[in-house]
Each structure stands twice: as structure tokens, then as C-alpha cells.
């Protein structure tokens, strides 16, 4: 895999990262925003789903172009563009009136981030060195997480102090950072500099390198049942993002202040999580052993969401998001990593983006279950019925998983691991590494 030849270009890293931070926040702080205006004006589950579905189709349904033209278009041109567009769309969002005309908007918003998000994803490896990795996914995903963290709260308690219009107002400017970021990067991708093959593969599994108009995920049993196991889980722990509004504010009676509380302790976990697994994975030997790890992880999480009903308060709720979200850190981590060192340099964009449509295609189910469901009982049941389910997932993803690293192991065995600085072999982190990313309330990023 290709990652910078020189020294790490570390102020690269801090753009990038504060951009994905304030972008984040802004993103997260429109939906929360949405939600609870939904939620107070007396809608029901299936206009919150409609609302989340339609900042999340895009995402699923453009990522094969997305990904494409983060591959194949300068990244700096990229970055600028769609940040204007986001900030604009945010901006009339905040003025919008009409059901539909919202929906739409929140749509628009969804395919600036369906751009955004692999650019800058494929960009953190290419600004630092191998050994460096994990430190460099660990600030980026921080940064990504600060945002959803702070999103969801600032959404509470504006929300409860100034209404719609403030909230979102304030998340224009922040998908500006996007363009800041877009102008003052260094480092580069796509267009002129895009370069026709790598001199990596998969990490350990390649049989040959492979250039970028080659590579498929699918031919990757491993990167493919990593992605598999994710996915499943989210499809069946997803519908906890329709359900936990109604949850907190009627099944518990908690504010929309607690709300934001709440929901940020989730997110919270996550970025513990990101810092304390980041350490963890440089000790793994192989690619398969985090694979084997987040299967783990992913388990956590959905014991968090079952264990979630049995709370008599809300602010009982937050010691267990937090364990779930810990878990879910943990997960990004490792799989962030898993991919950065398993695709080519000059496929990294579409590998993300084939990442990210899977998730939030998955996402997508639990939504839809979730409003559909959310019509015909109360929430409780509906996330014992969330918990039940991802465990069963988890333990359906067993034996494929453990097959898929069997034979990743054999491959390794038979194949001579590359020497140099471009070894493709676990990178050790440097102290303070992490990494981060489930996206659901238990999202990601």
C-alpha cells in the first residue's frame, strides 16, 4: 500500500481532522435538530425514519460515483465544492417550511457528505507514514467523533432555547471548515496526481498487485466478511436510532436537553474507545485477528442496547451507551485499519465508499424496521427485539468469519510479507494512536 515517502505531514492530519470535527458536528446537529422538531410537532415513527432514510440513501446509492470521483477528481476541488454546497443546502434548511421541501434538502445535504466522506478518509493515509497510521486515523476519527458528540447536544438544548432556525443556522458555518480544509491541505489526490497502479495490494492475502481500475472488494473474502458481519449487525440493531427518541422523551419522560445528554454518552464511548483499541491493535498479529476482535466488539454493542431496557430513568441510559460506544471505538478501529492497509493506494476512495454505502445501506433496514414497528408497539420491546437480534447476527457471522481468516492465514503462509517502509504488515502505533467509526446512535462517522 502506498502511504507518504517523506515525514509525516502532520499539520495535514490537523486540518483534515478539525475539518471532519466541525463538519460532523454540523451534520449531526441538523439531524438531532430535525428529529426533535419531528418529534415535538407530534410525528411518529415513520416520519423520523423518512427523515433518516432520506439522509442516508445517498450515501448508499451514489457511492460507486462518490468513490470514483475521489479516486479520480483533485481532492482539493472536491473538499471546496462540496462544502459550499452543504453549507448552502444547511442554510435553506434552515428556512424551509414544508415536509417535503426538508426531506428533500436533508437528501441534498446527504450527497455533499456522500463526497466528502471518502475524500477525506482516502486522504489521512496518504499524509503519513505506515508506522504512523494508527496515530493519524486515531486524531481523524476523534475529530469525527468530537463532532457527533457535540452535535446532538448542542441540538438539545438550542432546540429547547431558540427552536429550529438557530441550530441550523450554526451548522452552515460549520460545513464551511470543509472548504478551509479543502484550500490549505497540502496533500492531494485524484486528478493529475492520480497514479494508475500501487506498489501495494492486500495486505497479506494479495496474489498479485493489483491496479486501481482492478480492485473489487469482493475479491477479498476477508475484507468481505468483515464488512459483512458490520453490516449485519447495524441492519439489526439499526432501528435503536428511530426508536430512541421515543424511548428517552415518552418511555422515560427525559427532556430534550437529556435527550442530547443521552445520546451523546454513545458517542463519548466511542471516542474512548477509539484511543484505548488503537493501542490494543498494534499487538494483533494479523489482519484476521482484528477481524476476529471487532466480532467481539460488535457483540458488546448489542448487549448495551438489550441491557438498555432496563433502566427506570434516562440518565441510567448513559453508563451503558458509553459501554456500547466503547465497544463500537474499538470496532472503527479496527476495521478503519483493516482497510487502510488491505487497499491499494489509488482505490482507497472507492473502498471507502463501498464501506460506507454497505453500513449505511444497513443502516437503512433498521430505520425502515424501526418506523414500521414503532406503529404497532411501544419502544421497549422493540429494543429487546434490537439486542436479540444483533446477537443472533453476530453469532450467523461465526463460522464465515473464521473460515474467511483461515484462509487469509494459509495465503500468508505461502507468500513472503514485503520488507521496507512500505511494509503492509500491522503498523505498530505510536503512543496516544487510536482509530474510530457503528453508524448508528450508536453511529458513525
Do not use: K
Request: positive net charge; proline residues 4%.
Amino acid at each position: 500500500m502506498s502511504f507518504t515517502s517523506g515525514e509525516s505531514r502532520w499539520a495535514d492530519v490537523a486540518l483534515a481532522t478539525s475539518a471532519r470535527g466541525f463538519a460532523t458536528c454540523g451534520q449531526f446537529l441538523t439531524a438531532t435538530t430535525l428529529t426533535l422538531s419531528l418529534q415535538t410537532s407530534g410525528a411518529g415513527g415513520s416520519a423520523v425514519a423518512g427523515m433518516l432514510l432520506a439522509a442516508t440513501l445517498p450515501l448508499v446509492a451514489l457511492a460507486p460515483l462518490t468513490g470514483r470521483l475521489a479516486d479520480r477528481v483533485d481532492s482539493r476541488a472536491l473538499l471546496v465544492g462540496a462544502g459550499l454546497a452543504q453549507s448552502a443546502i444547511c442554510l435553506a434548511l434552515a428556512y424551509a417550511g414544508h415536509p417535503l421541501l426538508v426531506v428533500g434538502l436533508v437528501a441534498l445535504l446527504a450527497s455533499g457528505l456522500a463526497v466528502a466522506q471518502p475524500v477525506l478518509a482516502a486522504l489521512v493515509p496518504a499524509m503519513v507514514r505506515a508506522t504512523d497510521l494508527p496515530r493519524a486515523t486515531a486524531l481523524n476519527q476523534t475529530a469525527g467523533m468530537l463532532g457527533v458528540l457535540t452535535g446532538p447536544a448542542l441540538a438539545g438544548f438550542l432546540v429547547g432555547g431558540f427552536g429550529t432556525r438557530v441550530p441550523l443556522l450554526i451548522a452552515a458555518v460549520g460545513y464551511l471548515a470543509l472548504v478551509v480544509a479543502g484550500l490549505l491541505v497540502r496533500t492531494r489526490r485524484g486528478g493529475a496526481r492520480r497514479v494508475a497502479a500501487t506498489g501495494g495490494g492486500l495486505s497479506l492475502g494479495a496474489d498479485a498487485v493489483e491496479r486501481d481500475g482492478e480492485w473489487r472488494l469482493r475479491r477479498d473474502p476477508l475484507l468481505v466478511a468483515m464488512v459483512a458481519t458490520l453490516a449485519g449487525v447495524i441492519a439489526a440493531i439499526g432501528a435503536i436510532n428511530v426508536i430512541e427518541v421515543f424511548y428517552v422523551r415518552e418511555t422515560l419522560g427525559a427532556s430534550a436537553s437529556t435527550y442530547g445528554l443521552v445520546t451523546g454518552a454513545w458517542t463519548l464511548g466511542v471516542l474512548c474507545g477509539a484511543w484505548i483499541f488503537a493501542r490494543v491493535a498494534g499487538r494483533f498479529a494479523d489482519d484476521g485477528a482484528l477481524v476476529q476482535g471487532g466480532l467481539l466488539l460488535l457483540g458488546g454493542c448489542c448487549v448495551a442496547v438489550l441491557l438498555s431496557v432496563t433502566v427506570p430513568t434516562a440518565a441510567l441510559l448513559v453508563p451503558l451507551w458509553l459501554l456500547g460506544g466503547l465497544c463500537n471505538g474499538g470496532d472503527n478501529v479496527f476495521h478503519n485499519l483493516v482497510v487502510a492497509r488491505r487497499v491499494p493506494e489509488a482505490a482507497r476512495g472507492r473502498a471507502f465508499a463501498a464501506v460506507g454505502a454497505a453500513v449505511q445501506g444497513a443502516a437503512m433496514v433498521g430505520y425502515l424496521l424501526g418506523g414500521l414497528l414503532l406503529e404497532l408497539t411501544e419502544p421497549r420491546p422493540l429494543i429487546v427485539g434490537c439486542g436479540v437480534a444483533g446477537l443472533l447476527v453476530l453469532l450467523g457471522f461465526v463460522v464465515p468469519v473464521r473460515r474467511a481468516v483461515r484462509a487469509e492465514r494459509s495465503r500468508v503462509r505461502q507468500v513472503p510479507t514485503p520488507a521496507g517502509p512500505e511494509r503492509t504488515g500491522p503498523a505498530a502505533p505510536d503512543a496516544g494512536s487510536s482509530g474510530a467509526g457503528l453508524a448508528t446512535s450508536t453511529a458513525s462517522g
